[in-house]
């Protein structure tokens, strides 16, 4: 099956500085790719997601970029602000498998240091 | 608007004790319904999902089942908890016509003692 692997697992970074996480998967056929903020407490909420047939997704501050040949996809937060941190989780998705199940990274704890 | 509802938000149980959590989607029809739990401090592990009435997968065994009983309603139950059940759990659910995009309600932090 799907199998993501997501790095790293924690990232501290000053306030306006930028954030990167990396997330690999090992199905090819992968052709959906969501990323997930989480908040103490609270449940997991979707950020942005790309899609096989686009490299590259921007929504203000976050972009997320995606490599096929290579099986990683990367979420991008620019001008990190306190409210940014929180666990991010990637996933991917794979149409091999028949149904729309998503397989997830072990998360990303993001502190911003102000 | 579509909207994702779970409760309760905070439950404490002794052991040996049943379980009935409840999820509701509103706006959207015959969506996919799934049921996580979340460790502590840990990823999300995926315990049932279900497309439709009556429909329920089990991804890992345990001590727990899910039911769905109309098309936006989840229900996750045990009939006798264990120390191990104790987690976040969490309800998803993808619209029907973007089956591979989850989106997740507010959780319910479980507490078996």
């Known amino acids: 099956g799907e199998n993501v692997e997501q790095h790293p697992s924690t990232l501290s970074v000053q306030e306006g500085d930028s954030a990167v996480i990396k997330c690999t998967y090992s199905?090819?056929?992968?052709?959906?790719f969501p990323w997930y903020k989480q908040e103490l407490g609270k449940g997991p909420q979707l950020i942005i997601d790309?899609?096989?047939?686009?490299g590259e997704k921007k929504d203000q501050r976050i972009a997320v970029t995606l490599n096929k040949t290579a099986k990683h996809f990367s979420l991008h937060i620019t001008e990190t602000q306190p409210e940014d941190s929180a666990v991010y989780f990637c996933?991917?998705?794979?149409?091999?498998?028949?149904?729309?199940?998503?397989?997830f990274g072990a998360g990303t704890t993001v502190t911003v240091r102000a | 608007s579509q909207t994702i509802h779970q409760w309760p938000a905070t439950l404490v149980q002794p052991v040996g004790s049943p379980l009935s959590l409840e999820c509701t989607v509103e706006g959207t029809s015959n969506p996919n319904l799934y049921w996580y739990r979340q460790a502590a401090g840990r990823g999300l592990q995926l315990l049932f999902y279900s497309v439709g009435i009556g429909q329920i997968s089990s991804e890992v065994p345990q001590n727990l089942s899910a039911s769905r009983p109309q098309d936006r309603q989840f229900i996750l139950s045990s009939k006798k908890l264990l120390l191990s059940d104790s987690g976040f759990y969490l309800c998803a659910y993808s619209p029907a016509r973007a089956q591979e995009t989850q989106y997740f309600g507010p959780g319910t932090r479980l507490l078996v003692l």
């Open positions: 790309i899609r096989s047939n686009v």
């Open positions: 996933a991917a998705s794979s149409p091999r498998r028949g149904d729309y199940k998503l397989s």
């Open positions: 199905d090819s056929a992968s052709n959906y």
